[in-house]
């Protein structure tokens, strides 16, 4: 059994959906594990990951824009120290995910033909994110 980790940094400027699936990819094939399991984690509150469709830039689009009416900035919320979009963020992280497995088969994560890996920034302000990649397999 093989494992591997590593923490790729994301720049973020403001909501929305940025790919990281070819870092992802290159970390799997530096890997060298054939068959086994990717798990990527982001060490923050306030962004997640999703996997999303690659093909229509519209989907992203859509998706931050459904997120912002579901949890719009305002001064209303109790927790607002990093200002009005703070609160928001953690409620769009909660709704989403922290974490995510994909398979590891031959080498190559066995994503669908229009999938990809994604950094949901929720902030206003640019961030740098940090997403743990392990991988486990032989």
Not at 6 to 16: C, K, L, Q
């Amino acid at each position: 059994m093989k494992q591997h980790f590593e923490t790729v940094t994301i720049e973020t400027h403001g909501p929305m959906l940025y790919d990281f699936t070819d870092r992802a990819a290159k970390f799997v094939r530096a890997s060298k594990v054939a068959d086994g399991l990717l798990i990527c984690f982001i060490r923050h509150t306030s962004a997640s990951l999703a996997i999303q469709e690659n093909a229509d830039p519209d989907v992203l689009k859509d998706l931050n824009d459904f997120f912002k009416k579901i949890a719009p900035p305002s001064r209303d919320y109790r927790h607002d120290a990093e200002g009005p979009d703070d609160m928001p963020s953690h409620i769009r992280s909660a709704l989403t995910q922290t974490s995510l497995s994909v398979p590891v088969r031959d080498g190559a994560m066995v994503l669908g033909p229009w999938q990809a890996l994604y950094v949901f920034e929720h902030r206003d302000t640019p961030h740098s994110r940090h997403v743990v990649l392990h991988v486990i397999g032989e």
